[in-house]
C-alpha cells in the first residue's frame, strides 16, 4: 500500500497510509450527494412555505431571493464546518476512513481548514450546476451554464493531476494549506488519542512531564503506536533518549515502557489541581 513518511521533532518518521484515488473519489462522491440531497429538500421545503415565486410582487421577490440564498449557504460551509468540528472529516471521509491532518501528521488548525476550503472551487460548482440542472424542465442548459461547468470541471481536472503527481497525493488546497489526507485504518475511538484511564491511586513517577507540548506529545503517542504495529521497538531509543535529555530525566526502563508511563502521568497530572 502507498504510505508517506514524516519526520517528527524526534527524528523518527511516522509513516500514514496514502488514500487510493478511488476511495477519494468515493468521499467526494458519497459528500456530493449530501450536498444535492440537502439542497432539493430545502428547495421544496422553501416552495412549500413561500409558494410560487410568480405570485410575489417584485419587492417580495427580493426577501423571496434572500431566502433561496441562505437555503443554499450551508451546501459552501458543509466542508468547512464539518471538517473543524469532526476533526478532519466529512460524512464522505468518515464513510471512507479518511481524515484531513497538517503535514507533520498532526491535527490540522481552524486557519489551515479554511484555506482549504476557500480553495474547494471544483466540487461545489459542481454540486450547483448538477442541482441546477435536475431542476431544469427538459434538461436544457444555458451557454453561461455550460461555460461554469467547465470552469469547474477544470479546476477538478487541476487537482485530479496534482492529487495523482504530487509526492504527498496533495490538491490545489492541500499544497497551499499544508495539510495531507490520511486514511484512518481503524474505527476511531479514545485510543487514537493521547487519552489513558488511570486509577485514582496511580503515582506518577515522572511529572516533569508537564513540561512536554501537546504537540509532542501526540507525536509520542505515534510513534507507539507504529512500534506496537511494526514490533519495531528499538526504534523509539531515539526518542526516548532525547525526551530524557530534555526533560533532565535518569532511568533504567526499556524505551516503549518510559515513553508510555509519560502518558500515563500526563493523563493523571492533567486531570488534577496540583498544589
Known amino acids: 500500500m502507498p504510505v508517506i513518511s514524516i519526520p517528527t521533532s524526534f527524528n523518527i518518521d511516522v509513516a500514514f497510509e496514502v488514500p487510493s484515488f478511488g476511495r477519494r473519489l468515493a468521499s467526494l462522491l458519497i459528500d456530493m450527494a449530501v450536498e444535492i440531497c440537502y439542497l432539493i429538500a ?24 434572500a431566502l433561496q440564498l441562505l437555503t443554499v449557504a ?23 476512513r479518511l481524515r484531513v491532518v497538517n503535514d507533520k501528521g498532526g491535527k490540522a488548525s481552524v486557519s489551515q481548514f479554511l484555506i482549504r ?53 496533495q490538491r490545489i488546497g492541500d499544497l497551499l494549506a499544508h495539510t495531507i489526507l490520511i486514511r484512518t485504518n481503524r474505527q476511531e475511538d479514545l485510543s487514537a488519542t493521547i487519552f489513558r484511564e488511570v486509577r485514582d491511586d496511580y503515582v506518577p513517577v515522572f511529572p516533569q512531564v508537564m513540561h512536554i507540548s501537546d504537540r509532542d506529545l501526540n507525536v509520542i503517542k505515534n510513534l507507539l503506536d507504529n512500534a506496537h504495529k511494526t514490533h519495531r521497538y528499538e526504534s523509539l531509543r531515539s526518542a526516548a533518549d532525547r525526551v530524557q535529555q530534555y526533560l533532565k530525566i535518569e532511568t533504567d526502563m526499556e524505551p516503549y ?19
Do not use: C
Not at 76 to 91: A, D, K, P, R
Open 42 to 65: 430545502a428547495s421544496w421545503l422553501v416552495e412549500k412555505l413561500t409558494g410560487p415565486a410568480s405570485y410575489w410582487n417584485e419587492d417580495a421577490q427580493y426577501n423571496l431571493w
Open 74 to 96: 450551508p451546501v459552501f460551509l458543509y466542508h468547512i464546518i464539518m471538517e473543524i468540528t469532526t476533526n478532519g472529516q466529512s460524512v464522505g471521509k468518515k464513510i471512507m
Open 117 to 169: 476550503w476557500l480553495l474547494r472551487v471544483s466540487d461545489l460548482w459542481m454540486v450547483m450546476i448538477l442541482f441546477l440542472l435536475l431542476r431544469l424542465e427538459g434538461g436544457g442548459t444555458s451557454l453561461q451554464t455550460f461555460f461554469i461547468l467547465l470552469l469547474a470541471l477544470g479546476f477538478l481536472v487541476t487537482d485530479i493531476v496534482l492529487v495523482a503527481s504530487s509526492k504527498r497525493s
Open 257 to 275: 515502557q518510559f515513553l508510555d508511563k509519560l502518558l500515563e502521568d500526563y493523563n493523571y497530572l492533567s486531570t488534577r489541581q496540583l498544589v
